[in-house]
């Protein structure tokens, strides 16, 4: 050993506890023998910082809201709604933050052109653009009744 290695604080701290422990001497060395050898194989790999590039694969879940599946479908995107949530949608790779504010600025687009085109019944949104409102009534099962002003219909 050399005497910087000596003086490491985390070799220190981890004699220290696993002499608390109960370990002995030869114990304590190999654990620390390990964990040198697996600095060296991670400097021979290279200084790869595994935030910036995921080695596993890894999904995104993004609220509805935030993201439209035409969107996802401009971009051809791998992409499924959440099992156990049905408001948030799974982009099925990693994509960079970067990405993901223009994917954003794709959908703001997109939902302000629907509020802008004006005329559009809110129940087509995302249905097919023959089916009309009656069809897509009686196919979800919704329910008219009579708001509380007695005014205005509220479909449930």
């Known amino acids: 050993m050399t005497p910087a290695?000596?003086?490491d604080p985390l070799r220190e701290a981890v004699t220290?506890?696993?002499t608390l422990a109960g370990y002995t001497e030869a114990q304590i060395q190999v654990v620390l023998d390990r964990q040198e050898?697996?600095?060296q194989k991670d400097k021979a790999k290279g200084d790869k910082n595994p935030s910036s590039e995921p080695d596993r694969e890894r999904w995104i879940k993004i609220h509805r809201r935030h993201i439209v599946p035409e969107t996802l479908t401009a971009y051809k995107l791998p992409w499924g709604?959440?099992?156990m949530d049905d408001d948030y949608i799974l982009i099925k790779e990693w994509i960079s933050e970067e990405f993901q504010d223009e994917l954003f600025e794709h959908s703001r687009r997109i939902q302000e052109r629907r509020l802008n085109a004006g005329g559009r019944d809110a129940f087509t949104e995302f249905e097919d653009e023959r089916m009309g409102k009656k069809e897509y009534?009686?196919?979800y099962n919704?329910?008219?009744k009579r708001g509380p002003s007695k005014k205005g219909w509220i479909y449930t």
């Open 137 to 139: 009534m009686r196919r």
């Open 81 to 83: 709604w959440d099992e």
């Open 5 to 7: 290695a000596d003086h």
């Open 37 to 39: 050898s697996l600095k």
């Open 16 to 18: 220290k506890e696993f």
């Open 142 to 144: 919704v329910v008219r």
